[in-house]
């Protein structure tokens, strides 16, 4: 069974960076696409970036040219690379398995294709 482990959050003031990880366990991890999402409170979650395994990617446009999804296939691992932070990326960020239909991500929505979450603060 798929086991997908975040790391990485934290308070950052604005402006600054974080790089979030997800290490993947249980199947090969080059078959998925990946994605990461985020949900603000009392919002839903929202995809904020994929990466297909060919290496494709796609962003949400709140955090084109921001934020940077990367995989390292040898070390079953996807990062978000986030940059020039601001208040309104505040949230909690999960890491998922998927697929791609085209260009669009499509998540496998069985818990066990999710990551636990971990928390993104950006504040002064």
């Known amino acids: ?14 402006g600054g960076s974080l790089r979030l990880s997800c290490v993947v366990s249980g199947r090969p991890f080059s078959i998925y696409a ?3 999402y985020r949900q603000a409170p009392g919002k839903q979650r929202d ?3 994929a990466i297909s395994s060919g290496g494709s990617t796609n962003y949400a446009d ?3 040219g921001r934020f940077t999804i990367s ?24 890491c998922n398995a998927g697929r791609m239909w085209g260009t669009d991500y ?3 929505t069985e818990s066990n294709y999710w990551g636990q979450g971990t928390q993104v603060a950006v504040s002064s």
């Open 1 to 14: 069974q798929v086991q997908l482990v975040e790391s990485g959050g934290g308070l950052v003031q604005p």
């Open 34 to 36: 990946m994605g990461w």
């Open 47 to 49: 995809l904020v970036a």
């Open 62 to 64: 709140s955090v084109k």
């Open 71 to 94: 995989r390292d296939n040898a070390k079953n691992t996807v990062y978000l690379q986030m940059n020039s932070l601001k208040p309104e990326d505040t949230a909690v960020y999960y």
């Open 106 to 108: 499509l998540p496998y």
